[in-house]
């Protein structure tokens, strides 16, 4: 029988089920995936205004490809001011530089630009599992957030300030890299259990790595542990992949 996991999750504020006068300005906040695109309206505080949002990731996840699921999004959630989008890759000055798990154009995208471009809005890119870690972090310390998605995102923060470019999935570990073993990947190839000690073994390697003093589990594929992490990991809601993005725009005047 397969142990019931105590995660002690994070989760996000809740979704307003009644119309209530929303604190601008808002952000269209979206978090592009491998498997979906998905997006939400925030106000000012980051709390949700909206539903959520969910269109499945192009088979073919070209940038036109996801830019027209973008744009279904976009008329799904109308009258907002700005925009933050998560992606999963390296993202500096709002060009995409890797995405693996996507398709190879890609690389070196200029998706903020074309954002505003199509949108008329003003727009931030960052990694997706930053953005998650501004989410969650409490800005006290060394804290790390790794997303298990379809691969495997990560970020590290040191009293709340985001130390960018980290790709621990593309890491050398055992004979592959983290994400061969603990994304999607090394799910279906191993089976649950293995997947499951792999992820106990990456817990205690990274603390030795990064001697972090919180560890945040995020992602769709966190729904398959089945063991109790410890006092000084918390698995969080996925949906903080989308609410952590007005973080981007703190400095909105």
């Not at 949002?53 to 907002?80: H, S």
């Not at 570990?173 to 792999?198: C, I, Q, S």
Request: hydrophobic fraction near 35%; charge should be positive; glycine fraction near 12%.
């Amino acid at each position: 029988m397969t142990p019931k996991v105590k995660t002690r999750a994070l989760k996000p504020a809740s979704t307003p089920k009644k119309a209530t006068p929303a604190k601008g300005p808002i952000t269209l906040a979206i978090d592009i995936g491998g498997s979906g695109l998905k997006a939400m309206l925030l106000d000012a505080n980051g709390k949700p205004v909206s539903e959520r949002q969910r269109v499945p990731t192009p088979a073919v996840p070209t940038p036109l490809a996801v830019l027209k699921g973008l744009d279904k999004l976009r008329l799904l959630l109308p009258g907002f001011d700005r925009v933050s989008a998560g992606f999963p890759g390296v993202i500096k000055h709002g060009i995409t530089y890797t995405a693996v798990n996507l398709h190879p154009k890609w690389m070196n995208f200029p998706l903020q630009k074309e954002l505003e471009k199509r949108w008329k809005k003003p727009v931030r890119v960052a990694n997706d599992a930053s953005i998650q870690g501004y989410g969650v972090v409490r800005g006290k310390g060394v804290e790390l957030t790794l997303t298990l998605g379809t691969g495997m995102g990560s970020a590290l923060f040191t009293d709340g300030r985001l130390c960018p470019g980290l790709e621990l999935g593309h890491h050398p570990w055992k004979t592959k890299t983290y994400e061969d073993y603990l994304g999607r990947r090394g799910l279906n190839k191993f089976g649950k259990k293995a997947w499951n000690k792999f992820i106990k073994q990456a817990i205690a390697q990274t603390s030795a790595t990064f001697n972090w003093d919180h560890l945040y589990i995020g992602g769709g594929n966190t729904k398959k542990i089945t063991f109790d992490p410890g006092p000084d990991v918390t698995i969080v809601s996925n949906e903080f992949g989308i609410t952590g993005g007005v973080a981007l725009w703190r400095e909105w005047k």
